[in-house]
């Protein structure tokens, strides 16, 4: 707890980029649970849901790594002030939504939001590394993870909430009220990046630069051993996302008989296990070697995803499934914290935003594929053998990880020769 409170303590601009996203990721939150249920009541169709999560997701696929671009570009606390005041703008739209005939107003406004994020986030990880010292980056990175959970949990409620009292006009008021919020604390931080560009090249010139910035961000991600396992990790990982994103569902109704609230219920408790585990995470971290974090967590969350998904050929108790899913939230926060502080370590300030926005846009890719494979595969091999391939690739990760982890720590500099 001492390297917890060291960190809250002494860097007051992490302590207020940390608040920021707290409160930001509340509002998401809350409006994406609220909307969830309010265009499936407004038109009873759950094509219409799943065009939400399409509208949300492409933008990762489509604009992440050249997102990326940009963001090294840019300040990045200027950055993220932006997009929190352009994601308040583009809010608005949302009271005009009156019906299915406006309904287009919605899909508008979250992929709006959606693209904005993909500059918010690579500015957001850029940030991190130059507000706290390098012993306390997994701490940070631990407790950012953390706010992720606690925001969930808080946001989710407070939506369902908000849908009842007011409908859409009301979310969106209320999460424009956050993006405003997080612009104040955002505003405070005295942490300035200075970026320099040419800004009188012509047209031409300034395709051909953004081309080649662009191309360099897709190379460093397979530049050196280190960043070429990261990167292939960070695909298996997508790829594994993608299946569980698409089956969970259906693995709680038809393995576990669990109904829509069960379903609710079991995947909430996830984020329980997620602050918890931020928690530890965070007062544990400077001990621990960022790589070895990432390993061990990968390895101990595919183990307890495989106990989870296998029970049920044994017991048709939900109980199980609760306790694995707060379980599992301590090795998740592990994971998370460990290997977003290897990336860091990994990249230098002014390639972290094209780094981590192409690595997101491939993520992206291969979630859609784990979508589509298990889509066209769940009724063929069954749900249960494909959830044990998502969570084997876990266990295989954290194996080689671990195997591995001293290509995914960052070299110190050479001792300077004694003079003769």
Known sequence: MKDLWGVLARQRDYRLVLSAGLISLTGDWLLRTGLAFQIYVMTGSTLASGGLLLASFAPTVLLGSLAGVFVDRWDQRKTMNVANLLNAAVLLPLLAVRGTGTIWIVYGVVLAQACLQQFFQPAEQSLIPVLVDSKQLVTANALNSQIRDLSRLIGAAIGGVLTAAGGLTLLAIVDAATFLLAVA???AVRHRTERIRAITEAAGGAIRRLKAEWTEGLKLCVSGSGMRLLFVCCLVTGLGEGVMSTLFAPFVSTELGGDGKAYGLIVSSQAIGGIVGGLVAAAVGSRLPAATMWGVGALAFGLIDLTL???PLFS????PA???MIAVGLPGAFAVAGMMTTLQCLTTDGTRGRIFGAIMAAEGVTVLLGIAA????????????LLVFQGLGYVVGGVVILSRRRVLEPRPEPAAPLPA
């Open 316 to 319: 048709d108790s939900l109980i």
């Open 309 to 311: 998904f296998c029970y």
């Open 185 to 187: 604390l955002l505003s």
């Open 374 to 385: 298990a889509g066209l595969l769940g009724e063929v091999v069954g749900i249960i053998p």
């Open 322 to 324: 609760f306790v694995c």
